[in-house]
């Protein structure tokens, strides 16, 4: 058994695939289309092209029990995922400059260094360096 596929709500496809694949830098793997305007599509780190898949899901938008979800981890302040970097510092750098939205600046907890950025689409992300 091997993880494939991991999802992340969003609220729109499009926003989502333009912020995931311009700010972050994953890279399209796929986008297929699903009933009504909804698209199956998946991310992948340029760093892990045959690694796991990051799937956009529509969830919130027919789905309230999702919607629900999602609107309480915000509204709590707790990030839905987590993203390893090499460097939390120039990540952060990197992304204020293009205007990504942090809640929490770069801070240490025990062996780790962290931030967390609001990804525009409903979530929280945290991003992790091991130190």
């Known amino acids: 058994m091997k993880i494939t596929v991991i999802s992340i709500p969003v609220r729109n496809q499009e926003k989502a695939l333009h912020f995931y694949t311009e700010k972050l830098g994953f890279i399209k793997k796929k986008d297929m289309p699903l009933d009504g305007d909804n ?37 709590a302040g707790i990030p839905w995922t987590q993203f390893d970097v090499d460097s939390v510092d120039a990540e952060y750098e990197r992304l204020t400059k293009i205007g990504v939205e942090f809640s929490i600046k770069p801070s240490i907890f025990s062996t780790v260094k962290y931030a967390v950025f609001n990804d525009t689409c409903g979530n929280y992300i945290q991003i992790v360096e091991n130190l």
Do not use: N, Y
Request: proline share 11%.
């Open 39 to 75: 698209r199956w599509i998946t991310l992948v780190s340029k760093d892990a092209q045959d690694g796991p898949e990051l799937l956009l899901e529509p969830a919130p938008l027919h789905f309230e029990p999702c919607k629900v979800f999602q609107d309480s981890l915000m509204a």
